[in-house]
């Protein structure tokens, strides 16, 4: 008798143990989910804003023409190419709002500036989701029973993300963009400045 | 858009420290920004006057911690207040400093199922309460939607030792608060003199050095004295009996003196060893407009942009700094240029601009919640 109820409270904890680790799997697969909704929305954001720039007429007509096709070419981009167009967008941003510093210091460009930093944060936190995610699914419980179920393997946003050179340039941030201490995929790691020394 | 911020501090809020004054000046930053702030945190002293915006949850045990003590609250008891103040205040983004000690933010991060934004303010390679290897303290960790770090060295700190990636947000500093100030009577002084504040009997701020430094400096100088303003005893037996009358100790002093300490010195000197991981010291000197010497830590060199808005010399190297500090004692034009330069680039660490930025990440935090494809229970 107690062996069967010492054999029927330890299956009990292992179930509870198991149902907390789903539970855990899947509340990072549903933060995954939430920031990618908060970067598609960033990028939507900043793809608008330029736009805007584009059109109010601060900006030299070739300039102007840069930045309304490359914000197109953006929102045309199918996944695939998604995160080159969203690259090249912040190229063009650069050239455009890092050196004509007096003309740009407008409502709209202070929008897109803060747009643009909106993406930097957007994919940072989903970036980081995803990174937790991917590392609690290497676990050898998770896979031997597929505790994440039928979820997709959630995958990394790369794309170059650094800001338009700002109206006060910040003494900071050198070698601030992204640099994941996993190594799932390393596209976009800047080495800091500082180094691990 | 206007939201409800839950601030947890781990540490004690009657203690003076750089978490505890970060949190208490981004939660009256955000309050003018028209947001609703609630700061939750234990309270030492009953008696100690606490803004309104404070919730106390009761008091903290100290706890040897990153080479400090440090005040903080844990367990079930603790638990239950974190979770009572949770539901009373009904938060749209929960803000806990420092998870990953434990302490009332952990308790928070397991206790709340709603967006929850971390800021991570340590830089020490050795501290060993970061590592996240624990079940338990990963479990909590995995739940923040958001990491914020307060600079560089905060962020390689969190990546080393817990893993993931955060923004960098660096302090804000009240600039205005720093500004203007008559110094302390009877000083600067004719013969020159060379500030310091901060904690004068923990090694890791350094003082040791300065002392030093001073020791080789004082003999050819007849009129330099050293000021010294902060809580603690400093140890002199490295200063010869014919200098100790020129090493003035103010003991610590209240906020209105500290601000005209900055402004009472020829060169402020900020010596750390390290363990800093941003330097509101700094920032504070900076914004008084101070001619600045400080060792060359990572923190500290980002800061004053690579040595453009103060000297740098090398951690804990006396005879560097000694050598650093009389260039500038004797180059008054000198003195002008790094003093205009600090002012100007402290500007963008003001809490205004810092405390929209991290507004912007709660922001982001609601927008993903907001717009995500399938709301779950």
């Not at chain 2, 702030?37 to 040897?64: I, K, M, N, Q, W």
């Not at chain 2, 005879?319 to 600090?342: F, G, I, Q």
């Amino acid at each position: 008798m107690g062996t069967v109820v010492a054999v029927l409270l330890v299956l009990a904890l292992i179930g509870f143990y198991l149902s907390w680790r789903a539970t855990r799997l899947d509340r990072l697969h549903h933060r995954v989910e939430t920031a990618r909704a908060a970067l598609d929305v960033a990028l939507l954001r900043r793809a608008a804003a330029v736009l805007d720039l584009a059109a109010s007429g601060h900006l030299g007509t070739e300039a102007s023409v840069g930045l309304r096709e490359a914000a197109n070419r953006v929102r045309r981009a199918d996944a695939p190419h998604r995160e080159l167009a969203e690259s090249a967008l912040s190229a063009t941003l650069r050239e455009t709002l890092g050196t004509r510093t007096a003309l740009t210091t407008g409502r709209e460009s202070q929008e897109v500036r803060v747009a643009a930093r909106g993406v930097h944060l957007a994919r940072v936190f989903h970036n980081d989701a995803v990174g937790d995610t991917r590392r609690a699914r290497r676990s050898r419980l998770v896979r031997l029973l597929r505790l994440a179920g039928t979820a997709a393997l959630p995958d990394f946003f790369e794309m170059d993300d650094q800001a338009p050179e700002a109206a006060h340039p910040r003494p900071t941030p050198r070698g601030s963009t992204v640099e994941r201490a996993s190594g799932d995929k390393h596209l976009s790691g800047q080495r800091s400045r500082n180094g691990p020394d | 858009m206007k939201m409800r911020v839950g601030v947890v501090c781990p540490y004690s809020w009657d203690v003076p420290g750089g978490v505890q004054q970060h949190v208490g000046d981004l939660a009256e930053a955000l309050i003018a920004m028209g947001h609703h702030v609630s700061v939750l945190a234990p309270v030492g002293d009953p008696e100690h006057p606490t803004p309104s915006y404070l919730v106390s949850a009761g008091r903290p045990v100290p706890v040897p911690y990153n080479g400090s003590v440090a005040r903080i609250r844990f367990g079930p008891r603790a638990s239950a207040h974190v979770r009572r103040w949770l539901a009373e205040g009904d938060f749209d983004v929960l803000h806990v400093h420092e998870p990953a000690a434990p302490s009332l933010s952990l308790l928070a991060c397991w206790s709340t199922d709603g967006p929850i934004v971390a800021t991570f303010h340590t830089s020490n390679p050795r501290s060993r309460a970061m590592s996240a290897t624990s079940t338990a303290l990963r479990s909590a960790l995995e739940k923040i939607n958001a990491r914020i770090a307060v600079s560089e060295a905060a962020r390689r700190t969190l990546v080393e030792h817990v893993g993931g990636d955060a923004v960098l947000i660096p302090n804000g500093v009240s600039v205005r608060r720093f500004t203007r100030a008559r110094p302390l009577p009877g000083w600067p002084g004719e013969g020159g003199s060379i500030g310091f504040l901060g904690r004068l009997d923990e090694p890791r701020k350094g003082l040791g050095v300065l002392i030093e430094a001073f020791t080789h400096l004082a003999p050819h100088r007849p009129g330099l004295r050293l000021l010294l303003a902060g809580p603690g005893r400093p140890d002199l037996s490295g200063v010869p009996d014919d200098l100790r009358e020129r090493v003035v100790s103010l003991g610590r002093l209240d906020d209105d003196d500290k601000v005209r300490a900055y402004h009472s010195s020829d060169v402020f000197c900020a010596p750390n060893l390290g363990g800093e991981s941003f330097g509101i010291v700094l920032t504070e000197a900076m914004a008084a407009g101070a001619a600045i010497v400080a060792s060359d830590i990572p923190a500290f060199d980002a800061v004053l942009a690579g040595g453009a808005a103060g000297e740098l010399f090398r951690v804990a190297d006396p005879h560097h700094l000694a050598e650093r500090a009389a260039v500038l004692l004797d180059d008054p034009d000198r003195r002008a240029e790094l003093s205009r330069a600090a002012r100007a680039t402290v500007r963008a660490y003001d809490w205004d601009t810092v405390a929209a930025d991290i507004a912007h990440v709660y922001e982001t935090v609601l927008l993903g919640a907001r717009h995500r494809p399938v709301p779950q229970g």
